[in-house]
């Protein structure tokens, strides 16, 4: 019920969005959106791009006296720094681990552009629509918080309890966990400095759901939760709940047990499921983590070929990210958002 269209490319005048089944008479926050475009927007330490973009939205349509209208929300955010000549050399070249070979072969050309539509630029207007699914979700008390749980080998380890915004924002690599942060720096920089990249793993916990959340079939929560994350650039594997570990625990240790909890209310002793049941939310936090794989623009020599089969030793100019995680943190919590604002809006018409 809740739709984002994204149009544009890396390089082009804009990129940009159309919201649409947002419903009406909702105040914007407009700090709200600008705060998660701050988090998501390249240049903001020396472990990310340097490419320096404002990301200001300009609202087209769908709001007025800052209420949203019911109508489709249309946006566009400004490519400002843009520097196509940087990829001149791409033009007949197929970039390792790129979508220039794909994308070619499935339309006949391509924009070389940065990786044009294929470019993670494209996610700045996902950022934009999440916080308006987070408007969405704030009056339910549903509450999304992202970070970074690793980066190359290098793992954190957090108590959910402890999790909150300003603890994950206090490095640039958005891991509240203080000892691996400062050790994840250290790594990317190492890596920055000699034209490198590595991988790493985003987590989120998203608490206050509403139970009920979900289709029992085919849209299942954790199957659109899945389908989301892995939509997202460089991502490279999804799990929830106990994940792939739970599947050498027994049944009898894996199991969430019933339990009447202080308020009156059912509930599991523990939350192995992810909060999920059945593809249906079951009030307990949903918790998973994505992967994310090496960025594949890196500034040394790599074997390929060009158009015509010919070998080429490709070295990929421009500004690139030598991990995408700590970027990837607000697109995490933007496509979380906007999937559970969708099943939010689908539940209302699961029963009279």
């Not at 700090?31 to 939205?57: C, F, H, N, W, Y």
């Not at 999440?130 to 690793?150: D, R």
Request: hydrophobic letters at 40%; one cysteine or more; glycine letters at 10%.
């Amino acid at each position: 019920m809740l739709r984002l269209t994204t149009f544009g490319e890396s390089h082009g005048q804009v990129v940009g969005g159309v919201l649409d089944g947002f419903p009406a008479g909702i105040v914007i926050d407009f700090p709200l959106i600008e705060k998660d475009l701050m988090r998501r927007k390249p240049g903001q330490s020396a472990i990310s791009s340097s490419r320096d973009e404002t990301d200001t939205v300009d609202f087209l349509s769908g709001i007025f006296e800052g209420k949203s209208l019911g109508s489709p929300i249309a946006f566009v955010i400004k490519n400002k720094d843009t520097r196509p000549g940087d990829y001149d050399n791409l033009k007949d070249v197929y970039r390792p681990s790129h979508a220039d070979f794909t994308w070619e072969k499935k339309y006949g050309l391509r924009d070389h552009r940065g990786g044009g539509r294929s470019s993670a630029r494209e996610t700045a207007v996902r950022v934009a629509a999440g916080a308006f699914a987070k408007m969405l979700l704030k009056p339910y008390g549903v509450e999304i918080i992202a970070w970074v749980s690793g980066v190359g080998s290098i793992t954190s380890n957090i108590d959910f309890d402890l999790l909150s915004a300003d603890l994950i924002e206090a490095n640039p690599v958005r891991c509240p966990d203080k000892d691996a942060a400062i050790r994840m720096y250290e790594y990317i920089e190492s890596l920055r400095l000699t034209n490198n990249s590595t991988g790493g793993i985003v987590s989120c916990l998203v608490r206050g759901v509403p139970l009920g959340l979900g289709e029992p079939v085919f849209d299942k929560l954790q199957a659109d939760l899945g389908k989301a994350m892995l939509s997202i650039n460089a991502a490279k594997g999804f799990e929830y709940g106990s994940g792939f570990s739970g599947t050498a625990m027994l049944g009898s240790e894996h199991n969430d047990a019933f339990m009447v909890d202080a308020r009156g209310e059912i509930s599991t002793r523990t939350n192995r499921s992810g909060g999920i049941l059945g593809g249906i939310s079951n009030g307990q936090p949903i918790y998973f983590s994505v992967a994310f794989k090496p960025i594949a623009s890196i500034s040394m020599e790599q074997p390929t070929v060009d158009k015509r089969g010919n070998p080429v030793l490709l070295k990929v100019e421009g500004r690139h990210d030598p991990c995408v995680v700590p970027r990837a943190v607000p697109i995490v919590e933007a496509m979380a958002a906007l999937t559970l604002a969708d099943h939010l809006l689908r539940n209302k018409v699961s029963r009279m």
